[in-house]
């Protein structure tokens, strides 16, 4: 039998490529003949980029952007072989960079969501 195992990101826990590997990894004790495909899920939020990477030929990139309070920040997006571009908006202005404390949507922008587009346009 051949399974694809396809799950998204358990927030704040596995990442998309995690999950798929540990759940593959139960599936192959209880049925070690199946054939399986992973294939990690993402919805544009955190592990967008390393969902794209694990499915299609490519590498990751950085770039020295601003986070949604203007601090600099690393945020990765992928370069895939066909020349695509995959931006992932959290690595620039995600929740995941902020404290509870510094979320205030009236103070936080996606001005380095912009950087990064720019950085993957150059």
């Known amino acids: 039998m051949r399974v694809l195992v396809s ?3 358990f927030k704040g826990t596995l990442r998309a ?4 590997e540990a759940l593959a990894k139960g599936i192959g004790r209880a049925r070690p003949a199946w054939q399986l495909d992973l294939a990690p899920l993402a919805d544009g ?5 390393e969902a ?7 590498e990751r ?6 986070d949604a309070l203007g601090r600099p920040v690393d945020a990765g997006w992928a370069f895939l072989e066909d020349g695509t571009a ?4 959290a690595a620039a202005a995600g929740l995941s960079l902020l404290s509870e404390a510094e979320r205030d949507p009236w103070a936080a922008h996606t001005f ?11």
Request: glycine letters at 12%; hydrophobic letters at 40%.
């Open 7 to 9: 799950p998204q990101e």
């Open 17 to 20: 490529t995690q999950a798929a």
């Open 45 to 49: 939020g955190p592990g967008t980029v």
């Open 52 to 58: 794209f990477l694990a499915s299609s030929r490519g």
């Open 61 to 66: 990139r950085q770039a020295r952007v601003q």
């Open 86 to 89: 995959v931006v992932e908006m």
């Open 112 to 122: 380095g969501v912009g950087e990064l587009v720019r950085a993957a346009l150059d």
